[in-house]
């Protein structure tokens, strides 16, 4: 399903390239929560059951490309289209209500 009308599908810099996930990604955002801080809270961890799954993640995915809005965008290298990470705007967050908050998370190794 494509963006609703009107709505910016991706954004290029020189370097990055900010775009919708795609459901394939999935291991992608799923080796950033294995990345997390410790000291994060539990709702952001992985639980003790493993969860979220590369598949809860692919699902949570394919829901959000069917909301309206934009979502959690993924963060790609131009040169090479690999996924770094994500960044976008929550609307359910931990902050004021009807304030969004700033989202972001890139790979380790993406850092620098």
């Known amino acids: 399903m494509g963006s609703p009308t009107g709505l910016l599908d991706t954004l290029e810099t020189e370097r990055l390239t900010v775009r919708r ?3 394939d990604e999935a291991a992608i955002y799923r080796q950033l929560w294995t990345e ?4 994060v809270p539990p709702h952001r961890q992985i639980d003790p059951d493993g969860r979220p799954t590369v598949e809860d993640i692919a699902a949570e ?3 959000e490309r069917e ?3 934009p979502g959690i965008l993924a963060v790609a290298r131009k040169d ?3 996924v770094i990470g ?3 705007l929550v609307f359910n967050g931990n902050g004021a209500p009807n304030e969004p908050e700033l989202a972001y998370e890139l ?3 993406a850092h620098g």
């Open 21 to 23: 996930r795609r459901a």
């Open 36 to 39: 997390r801080d410790p000291r």
């Open 107 to 109: 790979l380790r190794a």
């Open 86 to 88: 994500y960044c976008g």
């Open 61 to 63: 995915i394919r829901t």
């Open 67 to 69: 909301q309206p809005g």
């Open 80 to 82: 090479t289209a690999d």
